[in-house]
């Protein structure tokens, strides 16, 4: 590691001790990594972006202790500093993923989601409903009396429609999709707000070599449990088998979770849509068809 002089004064203005070295870290598509050395010995991540969108960093932060206040939660990075710009995170050294990582992970997140929200939407404990952001695309937060109308509302068809506008997604994948959104309250059971990540797929997921499994980079807000869980399913999770048996052991899932699955994934595919372009929302209209 050597040092770079603006990004260690940078880091030095938010924190109470000297930056030693730094190295750029590889990654992220949206903000700049870079590891720190800091004079007391910590090691910690920067992550800054010249021009975020207002907000873009204080939401991750406020997920972070949101979910992190969990006493036997799943452990996420504590917050060094942050300001508009940047956030300081201490660095989460990473190991493999083993066996019992995975079970300790799988109660951790029960444990995390048990601990609830006011309201679907929610996100804190005041119940405070602060729009957030899903990779750098807005995502809205309002509060809905119940899942089925908080996931169609805010979670898909803001997607669907940034979909369509961008060329994304066609006439027909949008009708699939739709048809899906008038049986949510059929097909999804309420169980009430849990506590939930928002997007846990496999890249916000860091193995440590404490032997526990930390989740960074929340959407952080109250939802449905069964929404990480899919989110784990989508883009593949090493020992995603040990971690859902884990869960299901620490807090049993509704009858029939597995076959509802993709219902709750329709959400990521489609801002992949708007991201990424239509493959994902052929995939999502797939995904769709057996609900519809």
Known sequence: MTRQPVVARRAEALLDSAVIATAPVAGGDIATATKLRLSDGTTALMKTHPRPPEG?????????RWLGAVEGGAPVPEVLGADEECVILRWVEQGKPGVDTATSFGTALATTHAA????YG????AGAHTDGFIGRLPLS???????AAFYAERRVLPYLRLGRDRGAVTEEQAAVIERVLTRLPELVPEEGPARIHGDLWNGNVLWGQDGQVHIIDPAA???????????????????????????DAAAPLG?????????HQLHPLLVHACLFGGGYAARAATVAEPFA
């Open 56 to 64: 873009f960093f204080a939401a991750e932060v406020r997920g972070l």
């Open 116 to 119: 609830g929200a006011p309201a």
């Open 122 to 125: 929610a996100v804190d404990d």
């Open 141 to 147: 937060n309002q509060t809905a009396a119940t899942w």
């Open 221 to 247: 807000h109250g939802g449905h449990r069964e929404t990480d869980l899919a989110m784990l399913s989508l883009f593949g999770l090493p020992q995603l088998a040990k971690v859902l048996d884990a869960y």
């Open 255 to 263: 009858e029939g979770w597995r076959d509802r699955v993709g219902v």
